[in-house]
């Protein structure tokens, strides 16, 4: 049976109000607001942007979909977890003024936010999962112990994992930096040494001291990388670049740890695809992350492997090309879906509800 995505087309993601009226007929229509129930806790998980950066869901956006869920009389709350590498989403004080600092107050985003902290036992769950990679899944309780859950996703490209959509905001962006580390490990950069310029701010980031300069030259310590390749998004002249072979099995741990959040959520999580303003890299990336697609529009589901099937589809279709397949050409996009499919997140087949 094919899951139902929602999608309405926005040509202009700067009309604010343009965007925000499809937002609510979007959700109007296809009903992913249900999930929560009267008197439900409701996680909103989103990315609050990297400090410097424009590349978020905007708080306008969120005060819609709050709205929304408050109209249900349940209690969402926004939140995001902190990351791995180093920067100002390092720790949940710094990680919650950088989301103030870019418009996520709840005056105008329409709820408070948390950021859970990792180095707190009781802000830690260990979810027995037992699949191929991950056997323990390190995540965020908040998003466990909320009775219904709400992905908002800035769809996108991504350097590991082809495109960024719902599978890797939930996956990778519920871990706590332990389980990150367990999904990245593998991503140990290469070095290239006549790119280098000495500018030394891959070692200002390296959390682990893997990086030092000598002679006026980057040099890494291997054995000592942990693969959250902060050094790659900060070096102007990417003189340091992930090895992608590594790039399958990242993509698999992080539906795995995908399906240890979602796998007791049964018809309390919904999914929602923002593709606007679609850069090549993550929102994590500081340092050039080009435009790369025109705005095609809003994804609405309660499935998040055909959402990301159809965003990647409708995507492709706009640029008349394989467009995250251009610029990552060593991943393969549909791995993460196909692999999500696999152990049971979701339907490759969809049915595409226009409106």
Partial sequence: ?????????????????????????????SRVAQVAAAGNKVAVKLHFGEEGTDSFVRPDHLRVICEKIAQREAKPFLSDANTLYRGKRLNSQDHLQVAIEHGFTREAAGADIFIPDDTRDEDVAEVSIDQKFIKTASICRCYLDADAFIAVTHFKGHALTSFGGSLKNVGMGCATRRGKLAQHCDATPTFYEDKCIGCGECEKVCPVGAIQMENDKSVLTRDKCIGCASCV?????TAL???FKAGDDVQKKMVEYAYAI???????AAFLN????INKECDCWRYGNQRIAPDVGIFASTDPVAIDKA???????????????????DQNPLLQIEYANRIGLGNLDYELVRL
């Fill in 241 to 243: 670049f992930i090895d």
């Fill in 233 to 237: 998004a900060a070096c102007p002249n």
């Fill in 274 to 277: 923002f593709a606007l303003r």
């Fill in 262 to 268: 979602l796998k007791e959520k049964e018809g309390k």
């Fill in 1 to 29: 049976m094919k899951s139902q995505v929602f999608f309405t087309p926005v040509k202009d993601a700067d009309d604010i109000e343009a965007v925000n009226a499809s937002l609510d007929g979007l959700l109007e229509k």
């Fill in 311 to 329: 965003s990647l589809d409708l995507v492709n279709k706009a640029c008349g090309k394989e467009i995250f397949k251009e610029f990552h050409p």
